[in-house]
């Protein structure tokens, strides 16, 4: 705001100046007149002229008398007798000596001058809009530097994670009582790696970390260090890692420390590798050279630790690894307390069973599905969040925003209700299959014209052949119940086939399942935290007979999935028709609605589509 009003004002002195010079301008030229030589002659015989003054090259005077309403005028001057004439009138005259190598200098440096002041001072605000701050600091560290007071994060606000939190505790205490670890030669680890999916809380916690004990908190992300510039990386490194020796005892956090510290190619080709090959070489030095008795501790966090460089995960470096994961359901209940005490709640609100309905939601989803509940809420004028606005929440984060707008001609409205009745009674008909929590023909803006909702009991860490079977025959009961009621089927099972056809891939490849391919892994787990990379060559580990024979072993499981889909719905053809009907005449129905959707057993939560 500081910078922003200075430019105003430098905007505001160009305009005045601008100004003065217009007016003085326009006053000159409506008094002076330049007139010829032989005119001033004409004027000088006749005593019109009260006074002048001679230059090298030019005269100027003044009128006794204005004419035409000039007062002044200007002419240059022909050689000849000039004195001789000045001598004989009664004018005023003077002559002045022109220093012509002082003016000839300075009619050269000042528009230099000019030029450079502009330059530099356009270059500089350029450079700060890049970040590079300057020529002359364009090596420092951008670190921003938080107190405990600026923080304003405890252990208190971090929940969900207790194991985490129990080893970032030690920190906490070392921190506080350096030499409490020091009693039994004991050190504290230099470097501690929080990892885990995003929207965990890893950034929380540092700074939960320095809140807690109360020392300096540098925090800077990875890519910062890296510019456009050989070696300011290094250079940065260097002036964060001195900053932080002066203000011991500190925590230094990087954040997304995989910009930073990927792993190094072999026979790399300059350019961009070469800076940020320097920078982690920097960085490995200084993680070599500090002793963590002086009280700085780095902290690091990154969503992808199987791209770090090796050097830097070495014990010495980075000695200790947290996993910040997702949370379990009594997490996602104490993460949920944590954010619902900054809204208004009905005190009837149970918070184990929204956590229920939530598996693998991470501390920020559930934090965005807290607000999302919030303006439903408010949307409606009312006093507080209830369950009915958690669940539409859920609804919205899941399946996106309903589209009442999107008009289904009634063939296709039809097919969705008895696609979606299919997908319903398969889950509550299958052994171990997710408690249907809610069916619906609305159309959703991700692009599902219906959706079944189910939702967990409990969660699951480890699932059987069986189970996996289950899911594709759910996953493919909506295509049979259109096969049986249409005598057709459409593409709206598009999305379940690739679920489908994914689950049967990897109970053949991945988990040794399949009988005629025996207990055999036949392709690699991709991707890490962020999922697989579609875009990766993942290198076959099996002969051209062995990929034919995981073909024809995944279509054969597929094809005996859909067989007995078809079976169960053919069993329970009239429950299928009249939820179907009562489907169609609601769009939206619960197991409260229809009891046939009431399981026989409960189970995890998922919307298919």
């Known amino acids: 705001m500081e910078k922003q009003q200075q430019w105003h004002l430098w905007y505001f002195v160009a305009a005045f100046l601008a100004l003065l010079a217009f007016q003085s301008w326009m006053s000159t030229a409506s008094v002076t007149e330049r007139i010829p030589y032989s005119t001033f002659l004409e004027h000088l015989e006749a005593d019109r002229i009260a006074q002048l003054t001679v230059r090298s090259e030019q005269i100027q005077g003044r009128y006794r008398d204005p004419i035409d309403g000039n007062t002044h005028f200007i002419t240059n001057i022909v050689p000849g007798e000039l004195t001789e004439r000045l001598e004989r009138s009664t004018a005023e005259f003077d002559g002045t000596v022109e220093n012509t190598i002082f003016t000839m200098i300075l009619s050269w440096l000042l528009p230099i001058a000019l030029i450079l002041f502009v330059w530099f001072y356009v270059f500089r605000r350029f450079a700060e809009r890049q970040g590079m701050g300057g020529m002359m600091n364009v090596g420092k560290s951008k670190a921003k530097i938080y107190v405990e007071k600026d923080t304003g994060v405890t252990f208190d606000d971090v929940a969900g994670v207790d194991e985490a939190k129990s080893e970032l505790k ?15 030669g004991a050190r504290i680890p230099k470097g501690i790696l929080l990892t885990g999916p995003p929207g965990t809380g890893k950034t929380l916690f540092a700074r939960a970390i320095a809140g807690e004990a109360g020392v300096t908190f540098f925090s800077i992300s990875g890519s910062e260090f890296v510019e456009m510039f050989v070696g300011v990386g290094a250079a940065r490194v260097r002036d964060l890692f001195e ?12 954040d997304e420390l995989d910009a930073l510290g990927k792993r190094r190619s ?27 008795r002086d009280g700085i501790v780095l902290l690091a966090a990154t969503n992808r630790p199987e791209i770090l460089d090796p050097a830097l995960m070495r014990a010495g470096r980075f000695d200790r690894q947290v996993v910040v994961d997702r949370p379990d359901k009594r997490g996602r209940a104490a993460i949920l307390k944590v954010h619902l005490r900054k809204v208004q709640v009905d005190p009837d609100l149970d918070v184990d069973a929204v956590a229920g309905l939530t598996p693998g939601f991470t501390g920020a989803e559930l934090a965005n599905l807290v607000n999302e509940a919030a303006i439903r809420a408010t949307r409606r004028q009312g006093d507080h969040i209830t369950m009915e606005d958690i669940t539409e929440a859920l609804e919205r984060v899941v399946a996106g925003m309903e589209r009442k707008g999107r008009l289904l001609n009634p063939k296709e409205r039809e097919t969705v209700a008895w696609h979606e009745m299919g997908h319903a009674l398969a889950a509550a008909t299958l052994p171990g299959a997710d408690p249907v929590h809610k069916v619906s023909i609305i159309p959703r803006t991700i692009g599902a014209l219906g959706y079944t909702l189910t939702r967990p009991t409990e969660d699951r860490f480890l699932i059987t052949r069986a189970e996996l079977e289950n899911r594709m025959v759910m996953l493919l009961a909506g295509r049979a119940a259109e096969q049986i009621a249409m005598g057709e089927i459409s593409t709206g099972a598009a999305d379940d086939l690739v679920r489908a056809t994914d689950i049967a891939r990897q109970i053949v490849t991945r988990f040794g399942m399949h009988e005629g391919l025996g207990q055999a892994v036949l392709e690699q787990e991709r991707g890490g935290y962020l999922g697989e990379d579609k875009l990766s060559f993942s290198p076959r580990d099996h002969s051209e ?4 024979e995981v073909d024809l072993a995944v279509r054969e499981m597929l094809a005996a999935a859909y067989e007995r889909a078809l079976e169960l719905l053919r069993k329970r053809h009239d429950d299928l028709e009249a939820g179907t009907r009562l489907l169609m005449e609601r769009e939206t129905i619960t197991p409260d609605d229809f009891p046939p959707l009431r399981p026989a057993r409960p189970e995890p939560d998922r919307a298919t589509a």
Do not use: M, S, Y
């Not at 030690?170 to 039994?184: C, Q, T, Y």
């Not at 900053?243 to 990087?254: D, G, V």
């Not at 072999?266 to 963590?292: S, V, Y």
């Not at 007979?545 to 034919?548: D, E, I």
């Open 243 to 254: 900053q932080a020796r002066k203000a011991a005892p500190c925590i230094i956090f990087i």
């Open 545 to 548: 007979a062995t990929a034919r």
């Open 266 to 292: 072999i026979g790399g080709f300059g350019g961009g590798h070469d800076e940020k090959e320097q920078t982690l070489n920097q960085l490995l030095a200084e993680l070599d050279g500090f002793d963590p």
């Open 170 to 184: 030690e920190i906490v205490d070392f921190l506080r009582e350096p030499e409490k670890f020091g009693r039994l």
